[in-house]
Every structure is written in structure tokens, then in C-alpha cells.
């Protein structure tokens, strides 16, 4: 029982490059989230899927977008990155209406 | 849109002395309010949590005192040790049916000193 895995760990880009960050868990839940962390931030959140099929912005979205594969795998793209969307980036995963979130072990992002 | 306001930003404790973090949220009807706890390098993890229908929740070492009427919740951490060096984050909850997007605060950078 893997949990949440993410990939890839570590990631460079120039700007105006692009790049989808991928997700999967393994714990058979409905909801998936896209965070970034950023020093003195905390994590915002970028996107979420309530349950297969859905997505929703969250608190910082433009720039990115998501897709929900299936129930075990949520991929969020950068279509041109920017300095900016330097980041550290994590994907949770929750049952139905839990507040209960699990996270991945996230990936660092620099774009140059 | 949903607000957490967290402190202290760092936080320098000694070996077996008490480490107290607080956060502030505005009106909210839910409830369930996490802490979770980040190692470098690491994503975070749940540490504990409360709902509002008590006032006081301990797991080992860990307790979480929660005022609603002053909308707050505190985390201590008894007899605190090097390992629980961490970055720690409060959270609260909007719900939306079937997700349940966390707000979370800025975060505190624990170091326990020897």
C-alpha cells in the first residue's frame, strides 16, 4: 500500500516550457487535491476533484490545469511555465466528505 | 474565501519544555479542524484533530485545546523533543458536498534544542 505517489521527485523547466505532474493513491478514496507550498504561505490550493470525473478550482488555479483520469490518478499540467510556479508541489487524496487528507511526498519545481 | 491565521511563524523550545501554537479562524459552521505535521523533505501528515464539540483532544504528548466561541484552537506538545522538530500547519475546513477543501495557515518551523 503505496499511498500517494507522485512523480516525478524533482523537475527544472525554462519558461515557456511545458510539463503535467502526476498523481496516483492507492487507498481507494473519491476526493484529490493539487497544493503548492511556498515559503511563508503555507499550501494553497490549486485544484480538486471531488470524485471521478469532476474538477473545481481552488484558491490559486490560472495558470494551471487538471485531469482526473480515473479514481486513482489526478495530473495537474503547466502549459507555460513561468518563474513564478516555482514551487514545491503536493497531491492529497481524501474519502468522501473527509477532512482527513492524505498527501504525496510532493515535487520541487524551478523554473528558470 | 475561507481564512486561517496562524503563530508563531518559528518557534525554539527546549528539551522537555511545552510547545504552544495557535491559530485564529473566521466563521465557519464544520467540524473538523487537523493539525499536520511536515518533515523536510516530506509531504505533510496528520498529526491530530478536533471536532468542536469538545473542548480538548490528547494523543500522547499531543493535545489540542479548541474555543469556539473565540474561534481558536491551539496546539501543545508536552515534553517536547528533538524529533518532533517539524513545520506544523493548522487547517480548517470548507465543505463542498463531497470534497472537503482545507484552508491551512503559514505554518510554524518547530526547533527543539537539546
Known amino acids: 500500500n503505496a499511498g500517494v505517489t507522485q512523480t516525478p521527485k524533482f523537475q527544472v523547466l525554462k519558461t515557456g516550457q511545458s510539463m503535467t505532474l502526476q498523481c496516483a493513491q492507492d487507498?481507494?478514496?473519491?476526493?484529490m487535491y493539487w497544493y503548492r507550498q511556498d515559503p511563508g504561505m503555507g499550501l494553497r490550493l490549486i485544484y480538486y476533484?471531488?470524485?471521478?470525473?469532476?474538477?473545481d478550482k481552488g484558491e490559486v488555479p490560472n495558470g494551471y490545469n487538471v485531469s482526473r483520469l480515473n479514481k486513482r490518478e489526478f495530473s495537474l499540467r503547466l502549459e507555460s511555465a513561468a518563474p513564478s510556479q516555482t514551487s514545491v508541489y503536493f497531491c492529497?487524496?481524501?474519502?468522501?466528505?473527509?477532512?482527513?487528507?492524505?498527501f504525496g511526498p510532493g515535487t520541487r519545481l524551478t523554473v528558470t | 474565501q475561507q481564512q486561517v491565521k496562524q503563530s508563531p511563524q518559528s518557534l525554539i523550545v527546549q528539551k522537555g519544555g511545552i510547545s504552544i501554537i495557535n491559530c485564529a479562524y473566521e466563521?465557519?459552521?464544520?467540524?473538523?479542524f487537523p493539525w499536520y505535521q511536515q518533515f523536510p523533505g516530506k509531504g505533510p501528515a496528520l498529526l491530530i484533530a478536533?471536532?468542536?464539540?469538545?473542548s480538548e483532544k490528547k494523543e500522547g504528548r499531543f493535545t489540542i485545546s479548541f474555543n469556539k466561541s473565540a474561534k481558536q484552537f491551539s496546539l501543545h506538545i508536552m515534553d517536547s523533543q528533538p524529533g518532533d522538530s517539524a513545520t506544523y500547519f493548522c487547517?480548517?475546513?470548507?465543505?463542498?458536498?463531497?470534497?472537503?477543501?482545507?484552508?491551512f495557515g503559514t505554518g510554524t518551523r518547530l526547533q527543539v534544542t537539546l
Open positions: 492529497a487524496s481524501s474519502e468522501v466528505g473527509s477532512s482527513e487528507q492524505y
Open positions: 487507498m481507494n478514496h473519491n476526493s
Open positions: 476533484s471531488a470524485s471521478e470525473g469532476t474538477t
Open positions: 466563521n465557519t459552521a464544520f467540524d473538523y
Open positions: 478536533i471536532r468542536p464539540d469538545v
Open positions: 487547517a480548517a475546513p470548507t465543505n463542498t458536498g463531497t470534497a472537503s477543501k482545507l484552508t
